[in-house]
C-alpha cells in the first residue's frame, strides 16, 4: 500500500470555546495539541494539517453560514478532508428565559453542516461535548447566562442521533471522559464548565487515533481504486 498520500490531510476544527482551547494551559486545547502530534511525528507520510476556526460563544448557525468559504479556503489540494465539530454549548445556554440558540434553529444549522461536509467532499466527525459542573454554571460571565446538564444533553441528544441516523462519526466525549475520570474534578477548570490543561489533553488522546484510522481507510480507499482502475476490461 502507497502511504505517500497520507501528507495530504486536512483537518478543520470548528465549535465554541472548548473546541478554541480556552484554558488549555501550555500545550493549548485538544486541536493545538493534535497540531502539535502531526507535526512533531518523524514519518512525514502521517503528517496532516490542522485548521482551528473555533471561537468562543461561536455558534453552529456561524459555523454553517461560514463553511463553504472556510472548507473552500483551507482544503487545498488535500485528498483526505476531515472536519471535527463540538457543538451545543454556547448554543444551549439560557440568557434570561432563553436558550441562545433555539432548538429548531440548532437542529436546522447540524442538519445543513453535514450536507455542505459531503457536497465540499470533509468527512465529519462530531465530538459530544465534555461535562459540566453545574453549581458553577449559573450566572455565568457577564452575560449572566445559565449552562445546566438538562439544556446540554438535550443538545448533545440531537447531534448524537443525527449522527446515528445519517452514518456519520459521533464521539462521546462526556462518556469517554467519565470512562477515564470516574470524579472529574481533575480534569475540569475552576469555573465549572471547561476543561482545563488535563482534560484538553485527554480529549486529544481520545481524538487522535480516530483521525489515523480515517487516514488509512481512506488511503486503502484510494490504493483501491487504483487497482481497479488498473483491471484489464
Not at 512533531?40 to 507520510?45: A, G, L, T, W, Y
Not at 453549581?135 to 445559565?146: H, I, K, L, P, V
Request: hydrophobic share 40%; aromatic share 10%; net charge negative.
Amino acid at each position: 500500500m502507497d502511504l505517500e498520500e497520507w501528507h495530504m490531510a486536512r483537518i478543520l476544527v470548528d465549535g465554541s470555546s472548548t473546541a478554541y482551547g480556552l484554558w488549555g494551559g501550555e500545550s493549548g486545547g485538544w486541536a493545538d495539541r493534535l497540531k502539535i502530534s502531526f507535526l512533531s511525528v518523524p514519518d512525514r507520510r502521517r503528517y496532516a494539517s490542522i485548521v482551528n476556526l473555533a471561537a468562543p460563544l461561536r455558534t453552529v448557525t456561524e459555523i454553517a453560514a461560514d463553511f463553504a468559504c472556510n472548507a473552500t479556503a483551507y482544503s487545498g489540494s488535500s485528498r483526505t478532508k476531515i472536519a471535527l465539530f463540538m457543538l451545543g454549548m454556547c448554543e444551549s445556554r439560557r440568557l434570561e428565559s432563553e436558550l441562545a440558540v433555539a432548538p429548531a434553529e440548532f437542529r436546522r444549522a447540524v442538519t445543513e453542516l453535514g450536507s455542505m461536509c459531503v457536497a465540499q467532499g470533509f468527512t465529519p466527525i462530531f465530538l459530544g461535548m465534555p461535562p459540566i459542573d453545574e453549581s458553577r454554571t449559573q450566572d455565568f460571565g457577564r452575560e449572566r447566562a445559565s449552562y445546566t446538564n438538562a439544556d446540554r444533553d438535550s443538545y448533545d441528544g440531537f447531534v448524537r442521533e443525527y449522527c446515528f441516523a445519517n452514518e456519520f462519526a459521533y464521539v462521546d466525549i462526556a462518556a469517554e471522559l467519565a470512562r477515564l475520570f470516574p470524579d472529574p474534578a481533575p480534569i475540569m477548570d475552576e469555573d465549572g464548565l471547561h476543561m482545563n490543561g488535563l482534560g484538553h489533553a485527554a480529549i486529544h488522546d481520545i481524538v487522535h487515533p480516530l483521525i489515523l484510522l480515517r487516514m488509512q481507510a481512506d488511503v486503502l480507499a484510494r490504493s483501491s481504486e487504483r487497482d481497479r482502475s488498473s483491471v484489464p476490461a
